[in-house]
């Protein structure tokens, strides 16, 4: 009898290693059975998602043209809930102290090159204000583990940190949290802190691999970092972020558990994640990619990306700097509705970009243009950048979100949204050619605003936003 149970908290039922391995089989033995497949895609467009035994089975389908569905599929649902709105955000490194054994971090313990730096108050306030003369309204907070060094303390602090500071028009109005696995007190003071989402990657559902890549520090329990989310929601948390290092063990397995996941969320608490990222693993201090023989190539990671967004059609999907323009043009298309811009992975970066001798960085980075490029590129694509966090601050979060998600409505209050913040974002950092592109965007779209009323009101606060006036939201 299989322990599988979605509804359980404990890590092994409901991330089952005997129901992965039976769905791979499943997979493979049945990805040539076309009735089979053209069932599932069917069913897929319903969007309202397939189970991690459907989607294991169309990834393994080999059919060029069954991919070319898949991926126009995953376009259709990706603008059918998030149209072609791209939220942006960028990383906050706050320290890179770390007593975790990480073989392939270049923060774990073991590691004596590495510059290791931990940001005052005083540097955060300087780190946070060259974001926010970038442009950037939403943050994703980073940091190692280390209880001495970074406690809860030091993190609920910086957060105040944060959202305290004002300069010229600048704020940030969104702290996402990226630190590890912690107790439900530890989330429930978070979640009183004001954070967003909670972010945590299992870097694999594999437990024997997980075992191997983290020998040391408390991070090496599997159980412990799996439940994580179950103690967040305990703790009050309504958003989670989940997310697998692709690279570090084989695509098929943490793709199934990855989706067994966010079916776990769904079926015990009625909300499935908020986000998922799809980080890929990267060359970093000590870390060397070759070492790792799992590396996904890019036609399959494509497909993994879609799947993902076929198999989870409401939750919001992340990729980062750590991909390409190229790689990150071709996802776009694909499902993505976060990214990162103008990214630093050295804890102080923003302020003081390193030179090659004195990495304190988490990982290289691929794509290193500035934000201003990026949402000048995100227009030419015929993509709203977006800076909106008011879903958040309006308490849509959790059920209430994924509801209104789900029905549509969100719609009425996310276009004009993403209008109004990229025309503060125009007015206050833009290069005068982004400025140009995106001022003719904006009066291109507010004209589909569906609802009258909001179109009126949306085209009042952009004016108002032209006579200096900020921060406006539906
Ligand atoms: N330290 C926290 C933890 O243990 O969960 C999270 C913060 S860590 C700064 C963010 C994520 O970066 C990790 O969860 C991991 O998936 C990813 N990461 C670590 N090393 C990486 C590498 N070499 N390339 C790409 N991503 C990496």
New binding site residues.
């Given amino acids: 009898m299989s322990m599988y149970n979605p509804k359980s908290k404990i890590a092994s039922e409901f991330i089952c290693d005997e129901e992965i391995r039976d769905t791979l089989r499943y997979a493979q033995e049945n990805c040539g059975n076309r009735e089979l497949v053209e069932g599932i895609l069917e069913k897929a467009r319903a969007f309202k998602g397939i189970s991690h035994r459907e989607a294991a089975l169309l990834l393994e389908c080999k059919d060029p043209e069954i991919t070319e569905r898949i991926f126009a599929l995953a376009n259709e649902i990706k603008h059918r809930f998030y149209g072609n709105r791209i939220v942006m955000f960028a990383p906050l490194?706050l320290s890179n102290y770390?007593v975790?054994g990480?073989v392939?971090?270049?923060?774990h313990a073991k590691n004596k090159v590495i510059r290791r730096k931990k940001l005052t108050q005083e540097e955060i306030r300087a780190e946070v204000i060259a974001l926010q003369d970038m442009g950037h309204k939403r943050l994703a907070l980073?940091?190692?583990?280390h209880p001495l060094k970074n406690p809860i303390e030091y993190i609920i602090e910086s957060i105040g940190t944060i959202y305290g500071i004002k300069h010229k028009n600048g704020a940030i109005r969104r702290v996402n949290v990226?630190?590890?696995?912690t107790t439900v007190e530890n989330y429930r003071r978070l979640r009183d802190a004001g954070i967003g989402t909670y972010i945590?990657?299992q870097?694999t559902y594999n437990k024997t691999a997980y075992e191997a890549l983290h020998p040391t520090g408390p991070?090496s329990d599997y159980a412990w970092h799996t439940e994580a989310m179950d103690r967040a929601m305990q703790g009050g948390i309504d958003d989670v972020g989940i997310?697998v290092?692709y690279g570090l063990e084989t695509y098929r397995y943490d793709f199934v558990g990855l989706l067994m996941h966010a079916e776990h969320l769904e079926a015990t608490y009625g909300v499935g994640p908020h986000t998922i990222s799809v980080?890929?693993?990267?060359?970093?201090d000590d870390?060397d990619?070759g070492d790792f023989e799992n590396a996904v190539p890019d036609d399959i990671f494509f497909k993994i990306v879609a799947l993902i967004r076929i198999a989870v059609p409401y939750t919001g999907m992340i990729i980062s700097t750590?991909e390409s323009e190229k790689s990150r043009e071709k996802l776009l298309e694909l499902g993505i509705s976060q990214m990162s811009g103008g990214s630093r992975t050295s804890v102080g970066g923003y302020v003081t970009p390193e030179t090659e001798s004195e990495n304190s960085a988490?990982?290289d980075i691929a794509d290193h243009r500035s934000l201003d490029e990026v949402v000048g590129w995100l227009l030419d694509l015929d993509h709203i950048p977006s800076f909106c966090t008011a879903c958040y601050r309006e308490g849509r979060t959790g059920d209430r979100f994924m509801t209104l998600l789900k029905n549509g409505q969100i719609s009425n209050c996310c276009l004009p949204n993403a209008l109004i913040t990229l025309k503060e974002y125009l007015k206050d950092y833009a290069s005068p050619e982004t400025r140009k592109k995106g001022e003719a965007m904006i009066k291109r779209l507010l004209a589909d605003i569906p609802n009258e009323r909001v179109r009126t009101k949306a085209g009042e606060y952009i004016g108002k936003i032209e006579d200096g006036e900020r921060d406006f939201r539906f």
Avoid: D
């Fill in positions: 490194y770390c975790n990480c392939y971090c270049p923060y980073e940091a190692g583990e990226n630190i590890a696995a945590l990657f870097e991070k997310g290092l980080p890929r693993l990267c060359k970093a870390v990619t750590r988490q990982f």
